[in-house]
């Protein structure tokens, strides 16, 4: 194994031992065993770790941002909808049955034939003010987000 061409690929093209390894057709370990013989690749060596620590702090940082980004457009669509409810609420003093069966949606199944909206009683034990059933149009569906 050439020496020098090691030494180039590792100094100056900055490859990794794995990557020089794969090139000449060698193991890893022959490469870094060749690699500890100059002085210089200590210094290399920690040179590129610190660079890589760097580099994932960076992406850590990065991602914690973004998550949250995330977190606080939820936290203000969920606050949104409190907000809604509040003033649906605030309105009345009481929920309409559309209002009351839009909160607890996931709760119903649709019946084609029938065209209503059934509580599954699998969901748990129905609220007494929520409605059993409710007759609702195909074209008023789409608010509910149920496909028919």
Sequence with gaps: MDVEIVKKYYFEDKLKIVEIAKILGVNKSTVSRVLKQFSEFEKEKE????????????????YKK?????????Y????????????????????????LIKLCILHYDYNKEKERLIFNESAG??????????????NVLKQFRIST
């Excluded at 590129?48 to 990065?62: L, M, T």
């Excluded at 973004?66 to 939820?74: L, M």
């Excluded at 409810?85 to 049955?97: C, M, N, P, T």
């Excluded at 129905?126 to 409605?131: E, G, M, Q, V, W």
């Design 47 to 62: 040179r590129r770790k610190k660079e890589n620590e760097k580099r994932a702090k960076e992406w850590r940082n990065e």
């Design 66 to 74: 973004q998550k949250r980004q995330q977190d606080e457009e939820e």
């Design 76 to 99: 203000e669509l969920l606050q949104k909808d409190h907000r809604d409810a509040v003033q649906s609420l605030s309105r009345k003093g009481k929920l309409s049955d559309d209002a």
């Design 125 to 138: 034990k129905r609220p007494a003010d929520l409605p059993r059933s409710v007759y609702v149009h195909k």
